[in-house]
């Protein structure tokens, strides 16, 4: 009873006749009601207006968001079918090898040539920063007075983490080799050059081997060099099978260990490449996939956000007309 005498109040004074000469205080207080009564009518719905456009953009960003993950993760995972049974099939490439030659992770030299193949595009989780933290600790472990230990970066995403602080280091850099499918003969020129241009005891290769789409593993292969792997022959080091065959023909043991070691390194990094390329793909999709659920998420948080808004905004509305309503029924 007391709003509804005050509002009639308040009415019948805005809506009196104009005084001729109306005296200061009157006129500070009615400019003082109008003042009341307009504020809080226009800038409420300003802001309601605004707050609800904002939250109505940001759902429209975060939906072309999602539409874009969910592209990239179809595109991976078309991509990752091919690849996957390329790469199981160049395991057995470089696997006899092994057996062959034997494999010394810890063998002591004193020219190490690091070869870290990594990718040359983002957004696929850490698969590079795992490639590169390997890299460096390798490097910090071959490396000392009378050592040297250099680098030999495959992909982008590589040498741009080691150019920051190993730059004096890179020897060679290599960018954009999965822009074409991988193929041996590519990877046989690039590894012939690499053997050419690069003074080594011992070629280390680091890439992520496939396990599955959510799971990879960073794999060190190391390679001797022929001379390197004579001596630890002669010196009974472990050197594989390759001392219990005879030699025949006109070659000498130093010849077959120099083409052995070669068509090797061929083959690992052949097998480097695609099991590389693949554990990117796999990342990517889980990625991806991570990225459109959260995107989703969000964009129920501000389904949310906009539905609350809205709906207080048309309340605040429907009291409006009410309470208009309830005055002109009490006049």
Same mark, same amino acid.
């Given at each position: 009873?007391?709003?509804?005498?005050?509002?009639?109040?308040?009415?019948?004074?805005?809506?009196?006749?104009?005084?001729?000469?109306?005296?200061?205080?009157?006129?500070?207080?009615?400019?003082?009601?109008?003042?009341?009564?307009?504020?809080?009518?226009?800038?409420?719905?300003?802001?309601?207006?605004?707050?609800?456009?904002?939250?109505?953009?940001?759902?429209?960003?975060?939906?072309?968001?999602?539409?874009?993950?969910?592209?990239?993760?179809?595109?991976?995972?078309?991509?990752?079918?091919?690849?996957?049974?390329?790469?199981?099939?160049?395991?057995?490439?470089?696997?006899?090898?092994?057996?062959?030659?034997?494999?010394?992770?810890?063998?002591?030299?004193?020219?190490?040539?690091?070869?870290?193949?990594?990718?040359?595009?983002?957004?696929?989780?850490?698969?590079?920063?795992?490639?590169?933290?390997?890299?460096?600790?390798?490097?910090?472990?071959?490396?000392?007075?009378?050592?040297?230990?250099?680098?030999?970066?495959?992909?982008?995403?590589?040498?741009?983490?080691?150019?920051?602080?190993?730059?004096?280091?890179?020897?060679?850099?290599?960018?954009?080799?999965?822009?074409?499918?991988?193929?041996?003969?590519?990877?046989?020129?690039?590894?012939?050059?690499?053997?050419?241009?690069?003074?080594?005891?011992?070629?280390?290769?680091?890439?992520?081997?496939?396990?599955?789409?959510?799971?990879?593993?960073?794999?060190?292969?190391?390679?001797?060099?022929?001379?390197?792997?004579?001596?630890? =022959? +002669?010196? /009974?080091?472990? &050197?594989?099978?390759? !001392? $219990?065959?005879?030699?025949?023909? @006109?070659?000498?043991?130093?010849?077959?260990?120099?083409?052995?070691?070669?068509?090797?390194?061929?083959?690992?990094?052949?097998?480097?490449?695609?099991?590389?390329?693949? =554990? +990117?793909? /796999?990342?990517? &999709?889980?990625?991806? !996939? $991570?990225?459109?659920?959260?995107? @989703?998420?969000?964009?129920?948080?501000?389904?949310?956000?906009?539905?609350?808004?809205?709906?207080?905004?048309?309340?605040?509305?429907?009291?409006?007309?009410?309470?208009?309503?309830?005055?002109?029924?009490?006049?």
């Amino acid at each position: 009873m007391a709003m509804a005498a005050l509002r009639r109040e308040g009415r019948r004074i805005l809506l009196s006749p104009t005084v001729p000469n109306p005296s200061p205080a009157a006129a500070s207080a009615a400019v003082t009601r109008s003042s009341a009564i307009s504020q809080p009518e226009m800038a409420p719905l300003g802001a309601r207006s605004i707050s609800t456009q904002i939250v109505r953009n940001r759902m429209k960003s975060v939906k072309n968001i999602q539409k874009i993950t969910k592209a990239m993760k179809m595109v991976a995972a078309s991509k990752l079918r091919a690849v996957q049974t390329r790469t199981e099939n160049s395991r057995g490439l470089w696997q006899p090898f092994t057996a062959l030659l034997g494999d010394a992770p810890s063998v002591d030299v004193k020219k190490n040539v690091i070869v870290a193949i990594t990718s040359d595009k983002g957004l696929c989780g850490g698969i590079n920063s795992t490639s590169v933290k390997v890299s460096r600790a390798l490097h910090k472990l071959t490396s000392g007075p009378e050592k040297e230990s250099k680098y030999v970066i495959l992909g982008e995403k590589g040498k741009v983490q080691l150019v920051r602080d190993s730059r004096n280091s890179i020897e060679m850099t290599v960018t954009e080799l999965q822009k074409n499918p991988l193929n041996y003969t590519q990877i046989a020129v690039l590894a012939d050059d690499i053997l050419k241009n690069v003074e080594y005891d011992a070629l280390r290769v680091i890439f992520n081997k496939f396990q599955s789409v959510i799971s990879f593993k960073p794999t060190v292969v190391t390679i001797l060099s022929p001379e390197v792997a004579e001596k630890e =022959s +002669e010196a /009974g080091g472990k &050197m594989g099978d390759l !001392d $219990s065959y005879e030699i025949e023909g @006109g070659e000498t043991k130093s010849e077959i260990l120099q083409n052995l070691a070669e068509f090797q390194f061929s083959c690992v990094l052949f097998n480097g490449a695609l099991e590389n390329a693949c =554990s +990117e793909l /796999g990342a990517r &999709m889980s990625a991806m !996939d $991570s990225s459109s659920r959260n995107a @989703g998420d969000m964009l129920d948080r501000l389904t949310l956000t906009y539905n609350r808004t809205r709906q207080a905004s048309i309340t605040t509305e429907l009291i409006e007309i009410i309470s208009g309503a309830s005055a002109l029924e009490g006049k």
